[in-house]
């Protein structure tokens, strides 16, 4: 099993940034991609940025140019990186581990970006 823990969430005006990390304890030799979705009431959860154990990494038409998801190996983190921030960029932020019979969310932060 692997367990996430997110952090990194706050209220910032439009235009600045923020970043958010993800610490993955357990089987986490198990994990192919690391993935960060976010979700606002009422809505599905969206994939917002994706990044796979060969190195690929894929973003949301919305926030491409913007986000940029990295990793730590060492610390078993990963990280969005979250610059140019907009209104419509306020949600609850969710890290998720795919992987060999893995499929696991973090509990959320929340991220409020005011105009």
């Known amino acids: 099993q692997v367990r996430l823990v997110e952090s990194g969430g706050g209220v910032v005006q439009a235009g600045e940034s923020l970043r958010l990390s993800c610490a993955a304890s357990?089987?986490?030799?198990?994990?192919?991609?690391m993935d960060w979705y976010r979700q606002d009431p009422g809505k599905e959860r969206e994939l917002v940025a994706r990044?796979?154990?060969?190195?690929?990494?894929e973003y949301s038409d919305a926030v491409r140019g913007r986000f940029t998801i990295s990793r730590n190996n060492a610390r078993n983190q990963w990280y969005l990186q979250m610059n140019s921030l907009k209104p419509e960029d306020t949600s609850v932020y969710f890290c998720?581990?795919?992987?060999?019979?893995?499929?696991?969310w973090g509990q959320g932060t929340q991220v409020t970006v005011s105009s």
């Open positions: 998720h581990a795919a992987g060999r019979s893995l499929d696991t």
């Open positions: 990044f796979r154990i060969d190195g690929h990494k």
């Open positions: 357990g089987s986490t030799a198990n994990i192919w991609a």
